[in-house]
């Protein structure tokens, strides 16, 4: 290698940029990153607090709506399935008028 292409911005980032393939090849190689559906990556139960981030809501508004809220009680906690929330949510959901907003 002579001197120019030691310093030549181009050719140190196109070897650095060969190093960053082949570290990622090996670590994809060594990684399994496919889902397995026997491995949970989010738990199921969520707590009162995981279930008010996970709608976007304060612990107090989760309390207020706990009446239509799907939930589990043990032990005097509340647990949610995360699935459940998603349907709480989805059963709010407003269909599109076909002409538009409504006129009032």
């Known amino acids: ?25 090996l670590l994809m190689e060594n990684t399994d990153l496919s889902p397995d559906p026997t491995k949970t990556q989010q738990p199921e139960l969520l707590s009162i607090s995981e279930a008010a981030r996970f709608l976007g809501l304060s612990k107090q508004a989760v309390y207020r709506h706990i009446g239509k809220i799907s939930h589990y009680k043990r032990n005097g906690r509340l647990y949610f399935k995360r699935q459940e929330l998603v349907e709480y949510v989805e059963q709010g959901r407003r269909i599109a008028r076909k002409y538009g907003p409504s006129r009032r």
């Open 1 to 25: 290698m002579d001197e120019l292409e030691k310093i030549n911005p181009f050719h140190i980032l196109a070897q650095r940029l060969t190093r960053i393939e082949q570290m990622l090849v």
